[in-house]
């Protein structure tokens, strides 16, 4: 495994340094917090090293012939960055990106793997079937991508982020080990990126790259949850990303409520409006919710590994005590901007 993980990261330093020179720029809007124009698709050097190091992994080091379903899983990841790398250069409608990424994760959920029991409690389980199973995991995926994808906005934060994810679910089943590499090359591409995005602000690693790394933690979580040797609950998926899947949905909740578009891009998320406040900075934000992610990911992990029927349960109870720290950090942040009110046309 170890000269898989030296390609992943010999790869991913060679391209994402050439990328910081020569990619295409990210111009400042006005929900940005750059002021110059910044390299982006640095994503595209995470693909290239997981891409390199898997192939390395599966020549040199693999203990048993057969690919399984990880290249149908590459596959829908490269297929989901691509179209984040084109949207970083043309900024396509979200309805076309919602779009793909429906289609790609019905055929993920059709053809490749999907939920089809969910576990209450420990003996409780309720058999949803295959039609329940492919919208149900369907939505983890639309949720997962977008989620991870609307939290990238702050260096370092959403990266940092997905590697703890990445690495969680590499250790929860070693009895796949081809599942388990493609993780942790994922994670380690991130991991060395990560001085890049973080605290250089030399590459943002653009939508290709959130979106490659969220589609591979959620369906790498829907692979090691089902088949013949599952022996992991897909809620692990969750547990690691519970910081972000809160923020996500209650900022949603506020923007409706004010009467927003949900799919009008913004920066009133919780973390955008905390470094508003004078003398906060990305550092300081990104070292917070990296903190934060591993706690989540470690109970995660342990209730995994203890009594996975427990999942569900521990991980209400942690979603209950985010919403209510979401709260109250929302009464302490710069509050949302009032609604604009529309104009009627003189009659």
Same mark, same amino acid.
């Given at each position: 495994m ?5 390609v ?29 124009p910044?390299a982006?698709g640095?994503?595209?050097?995470v ?8 192939? +390395? &992994? ?6 048993s ?14 297929? /989901?960055?691509?179209l ?28 490749i ?7 209450f409690?420990?003996? &409780? ?5 295959? /039609?329940?199973? /492919?919208?149900?995991?369907t ?5 997962m991508?977008?989620? &991870?994808?609307?939290m990238?906005g ?10 703890i994810?990445?690495?969680t ?6 009895d796949r ?23 250089g602000?030399r ?11 969220s589609?591979i ?8 949850s089902t ?5 992991v609950?897909?809620?692990i998926?969750?547990?690691v990303a ?7 949905l209650?900022?949603l909740?506020a ?6 578009r ?8 919780? &973390? ?9 900075? !990305?550092?300081?934000?990104a070292?917070r919710?990296?903190?934060l !992610? ?7 992990? +342990?209730v ?5 029927g ?16 979401w709260f ?12 604009? +009110?529309?104009?009627?046309?003189a009659g």
């Amino acid at each position: 495994m170890i000269w898989g993980v030296v390609v992943t990261v010999f790869v991913t330093v060679l391209i994402a340094a050439l990328l910081a020179k020569i990619g295409p720029l990210d111009h400042p809007r006005p929900r940005s917090r750059h002021q110059w124009p910044i390299a982006t698709g640095g994503g595209l050097a995470v693909i290239a090293g997981v891409m390199a190091g898997l192939l +390395v &992994y599966v020549l040199l080091e693999a203990p048993s012939p057969g690919l399984g379903r990880i290249p149908w899983v590459l596959a829908g990841g490269v297929l /989901i960055a691509l179209l984040g790398a084109l949207d970083d250069v043309f900024d396509f409608s979200p309805y076309i990106k919602l779009a793909v990424q429906l289609l790609v994760s019905i055929a993920f959920c059709t053809m490749i793997a999907r939920v089809e029991v969910l576990p209450f409690a420990p003996g &409780y389980a309720l058999d949803v079937g295959p /039609i329940l199973g /492919i919208l149900g995991t369907t939505l983890w995926l639309i949720v997962m991508m977008n989620a &991870y994808n609307f939290m990238d906005g702050s260096d370092g934060l959403a990266v940092g982020v997905q590697s703890i994810g990445l690495f969680t679910l590499a250790l929860v089943n070693p009895d796949r080990p081809l599942v388990a590499f493609a993780l942790l090359a994922a994670a380690a591409a991130n991991i060395v990126f990560l001085p890049f995005n973080h605290p250089g602000k030399r590459l943002f690693q653009g939508d290709c790259g959130a979106l490659f790394s969220s589609f591979i933690i959620a369906s790498a979580t829907v692979l090691q949850s089902t088949g013949n040797n599952p022996r992991v609950s897909m809620y692990i998926g969750v547990f690691v990303a519970a910081p972000f899947i809160t923020d996500v949905l209650l900022t949603l909740l506020a923007r409706a409520r004010a009467g927003r578009r949900l799919f009008q891009a913004h920066n009133e998320h919780l &973390y955008q409006r905390w470094l508003r406040v004078e003398g906060r900075t !990305t550092g300081d934000l990104a070292w917070r919710v990296w903190g934060l !992610t591993a706690a989540c990911a470690t109970l995660g992990f +342990v209730v995994d590994q203890t009594n996975s029927g427990w999942s569900l349960p521990v991980l209400l109870a942690l979603f209950a005590g985010l919403a209510v720290a979401w709260f109250l950090m929302d009464k302490r942040v710069a509050p949302l901007d009032p609604a604009p +009110v529309p104009v009627t046309p003189a009659g």
